[in-house]
């Protein structure tokens, strides 16, 4: 049995399973629950230069869109669906890529509402969807056992090791083709950023490297700087990017500044670490938009089985435990506020001045843990405002 693999797709519904935070109604303390979060990155700082510009575009690689969620309406773009895959309008396909446009785009309704971090500028969004898949037996044994908890619904899928193996493949090589459609599609659509909240540094078919290979060379050669997740390993990154200017590769902090770690049951998840690494954001305590309508949470014969999560008529969420995934657009909402300010700057630049803006923690100087450290909004702004009066 390849334990991997197993681990592949435990960790996967595990961060499925710990989507479900406490769900807030929408009230007058959400941009309140963001402030320590926005003083300790220097965002009100960067905030009286910019908060971006509807002519910056963010490219969005993930799974599902809320485009009727009451702050991301008008903010999001529809754009691209994966071909040969499910796009079912339900909490577990859309919640996901609903979250991580959030961190960036989404605009209050009122002042005292959730605010993204690049709130004036758009998301142009690329659906990766899902295939039929191991979910169906998810949902198959939490059926017939519904007070199961999630890791002994993981230990009754770990028995059938063949069909693990099988779905591991499948969807190792299609969420990276995917991926990389989604990339060229992008770039082609004029993004000046893309992010992506996926683990793409990982062991592919050689079709499917090639395929991802070519997708992140035609974004370097048209300009345009990709913001990736490490991924939630706790491993080591394998140093196989051909071309690292034009590539932010984020990890993923807790509260005191060290590497974010979280164990369930036997399974322990982590920032992943390595020379790749760039820099880091902090993601526990994050509020985050959540589908918005009853209808994405109650599903009775969707592709993927019944799909029926309680509803609590929030359109927020105060996530506890954020990961990599959600690091990302933290460092993709200043990139695009870069743009923002100084939209000719190049890729390379761009990067360059973010890193160069971090906040220097765990071992002195570049580490493979933290990178050159925590990112720092107010810093990033003021250097290239610098710059733009020096030019």
């Known amino acids: 049995m390849n334990r991997v693999l197993l681990l592949t797709v435990s960790l996967l519904l595990l961060s499925h399973y710990f989507c479900f935070a406490q769900v807030t109604a929408e009230n007058d303390t ?35 869109f809320d485009f009727y969620h009451p702050y991301l309406h008008d903010q999001l773009i529809p754009g691209y669906y994966v071909d040969g895959a499910y796009h ?8 996901h890529g609903t979250l991580v446009s959030s961190l960036m785009v989404a605009k209050s309704k009122n002042e005292n509402g959730m605010h993204g971090l690049a709130p004036d500028c758009k998301v142009l969004t690329a659906s990766i969807g899902s295939i039929e898949h191991i979910f169906r037996r998810r949902q198959e044994i939490m059926k017939d ?45 004029n993004v000046k950023v893309i992010n992506i909240s996926s683990e793409i540094i990982a062991v592919y078919p050689e079709q499917t490297q090639r395929k991802i290979d070519d997708a992140f ?8 700087l990709l913001v990736i997740a490490a991924g939630n390993s706790n491993k080591e990154i394998p140093n ?41 954001a902090p993601v526990e305590e994050l509020v985050v938009c959540m589908p918005s309508d009853e209808r994405y949470y109650n599903s009775d014969d969707g592709p993927m089985g019944a799909e029926h999560i309680p509803h609590k008529a929030g359109i927020c969420d105060v996530m506890p435990y954020g990961a990599t995934s959600s690091a990302a657009p933290i460092v993709t909402s200043l990139a695009a506020l870069v743009y923002s300010i100084a939209p000719d700057m190049t890729a390379d630049e761009v990067k360059k001045v973010i890193l160069e803006s971090c906040d220097d923690i765990g071992d002195e100087g570049v580490d493979v843990y933290t990178g050159h450290g925590r990112i720092n909004f107010g810093k990033t702004i003021t250097s290239v405002m ?6």
């Open 30 to 64: 959400l941009f309140f629950k963001q402030k320590a979060l926005f003083e300790k990155l220097g965002v009100f700082k960067a905030w009286e230069t910019t908060q971006g510009s509807p002519d910056v575009f963010i490219g969005c690689v993930d799974n599902g």
């Open 88 to 95: 079912p309008m339900t909490f577990t396909t859309m919640s």
């Open 145 to 189: 056992n519904p007070d199961m908890s999630m890791q002994d619904v993981m230990m009754e899928i770990d028995k059938d090791s063949l069909a693990v193996r099988q779905f591991a493949d499948r969807w190792n090589t299609y969420a990276g083709e995917s991926i990389a459609k989604s990339i060229i599609y992008l770039v082609r659509n």
């Open 217 to 224: 060379d035609y974004a370097r050669q048209q300009d345009v």
């Open 240 to 280: 196989t990017l051909k071309h690292r200017d034009h590539v932010i590769m984020v990890g993923a902090l807790s509260r005191d500044d060290t590497r974010w770690m979280m164990t369930a049951g036997n399974i322990t998840q982590g920032s992943n670490w390595g020379e790749l690494l760039d820099v880091c």
């Open 386 to 391: 610098n710059r733009s009066k020096s030019e």
